[in-house]
Each structure stands twice: as structure tokens, then as C-alpha cells.
């Protein structure tokens, strides 16, 4: 039996570049599936996998993934020294 020691979740280690290309792709189709009166399962189906994939990334690597997914930069620690935050 083979298991994931990677320290990470389940399964092999994802790339955020093809994720992001992978998520890119289903923003253009769903668009597509809107503007062309497709049939609304369809459409509806690319929608909630659009969805999906940013919660699948934070659910296997942390939200600092699924914001680094966005191009977002990480969330920093509050300063315990600064009285606002």
C-alpha cells in the first residue's frame, strides 16, 4: 500500500498554475455557456465546479493556496504589538 508522507492532504501534490489555467478555462466556458443559451444543468454544473476548485485547493493545502490560487499574497500573522490589530 502506498500513502502520502508529504505532510500535506490526501493524494499527489497539486500545481497552482494548472489549477489556475484548469479554473481559467471553466470561467471561459461557463461565460460562454451563458451568453449561448445553453442548457441551464449545463451551465449551472461549470458554475459549481467553478466553486469547487478553490474549495478543494483550501481544503488540501490551506487558505494561503487557495489565495495564492487568486494571486493574492498570504494573510500575515496580527501584530500583538500594534494596538489596531
Not at 22 to 29: C, F, P
Not at 31 to 56: E, F, G, H, Q
Amino acid at each position: 500500500m502506498v500513502t502520502n508522507d508529504a505532510g500535506r492532504g490526501a493524494g499527489p501534490p497539486t500545481s497552482l498554475t494548472r489549477t489556475r489555467i484548469n479554473l481559467g478555462i471553466l470561467i471561459v466556458l461557463a461565460v460562454l455557456s451563458v451568453l449561448s443559451d445553453a442548457a441551464a444543468w449545463i451551465t449551472l454544473t461549470i458554475i459549481m465546479t467553478c466553486l469547487a476548485i478553490p474549495a478543494a485547493v483550501a481544503v488540501q493545502d490551506g487558505t494561503d493556496a487557495a489565495r495564492a490560487l487568486f494571486l493574492l499574497s498570504p494573510r500575515r500573522p496580527p501584530n500583538r504589538d500594534d494596538p489596531q490589530g
